[in-house]
T-cell receptor
Framework: DSGVTQTPKHLITATGQRVTLRCSPRSGDLSVYWYQQSLDQGLQFLIQYYNGEERAKGNILERFSAQQFPDLHSELNLSSLELGDSALYFC????????????FGQGTRLTVV | AQTVTQSQPEMSVQEAETVTLSCTYDTSESDYYLFWYKQPPSRQMILVIRQEAYKQQNATENRFSVNFQKAAKSFSLKISDSQLGDAAMYFCAYSKRGDDKIIFGKGTRLHILP
């Protein structure tokens, strides 16, 4: 158990809908990352927050947004969902930035039908 | 842009034998980290081993060791005494020092034959 908690574990929703994925980092970790794992694109970095502030952005669509709250948990919001958004979404956390040692949650499996 | 390439989509090894997974990467940076992550059927991403580019010595973690060739930009993972629990998808990954983004390869699925 990495100590990173993601909910829900599975999510099935229809095209055009909006969903929110939640991540609780390891106790004391200030940095949260979101990754998307799909069959065709592999594992791709989406976005990083550090202590409530956005720190780095990757291949995140404009339909997707994220935030990190004062208690350090993070949410990834996916809207206007398309079939191609079906993927495994991982959250990871680390104590600080720049050390490149992240601990991953078990992921949320999103299926868009 | 940095890229990570794993040329073996699947591999099989007999239990108790040794297997080597290959990885090459491309970067113009001199200071970076390389990783091997394991993703078993539970889909949890587990860090297996980490190598810092400025360290000449190859990292080792129990039955797992790497062969880091900086000039060749090669980073292979050797698993000794393979066990059934080693069956998983293995991802090679790269991160530039100071940049938290981790870039992953496409993965190698490892099968352990009893």
């Amino acid at each position: 158990d990495s100590g990173v908690t993601q909910t829900p574990k599975h999510l099935i929703t229809a095209t055009g809908q909006r969903v929110t994925l939640r991540c609780s980092p390891r106790s004391g970790d200030l940095s949260v990352y979101w990754y998307q794992q799909s069959l065709d694109q592999g594992l791709q970095f989406l976005i990083q927050y550090y202590n409530g502030e956005e720190r780095a952005k990757g291949n995140i669509l404009e339909r997707f947004s994220a935030q990190q709250f004062p208690d350090l948990h993070s949410e990834l919001n996916l809207s206007s969902l398309e079939l191609g958004d079906s993927a495994l979404y991982f959250c990871a956390s680390s104590a600080m930035t720049g050390i490149a040692e992240a601990f991953f949650g078990q992921g949320t499996r999103l299926t868009v039908v | 842009a940095q890229t990570v390439t794993q040329s073996q989509p699947e591999m099989s090894v007999q239990e108790a034998e040794t297997v080597t997974l290959s990885c090459t990467y491309d970067t113009s940076e001199s200071d970076y980290y390389l990783f091997w992550y394991k993703q078993p059927p539970s889909r949890q991403m587990i860090l297996v081993i980490r190598q810092e580019a400025y360290k000449q010595q190859n990292a080792t973690e129990n039955r797992f060791s790497v062969n880091f060739q900086k000039a060749a930009k090669s980073f292979s993972l050797k698993i000794s005494d393979s066990q059934l629990g080693d069956a998983a998808m293995y991802f090679c990954a790269y991160s530039k020092r100071g940049d938290d983004k981790i870039i992953f390869g496409k993965g190698t699925r490892l099968h352990i034959l009893p």
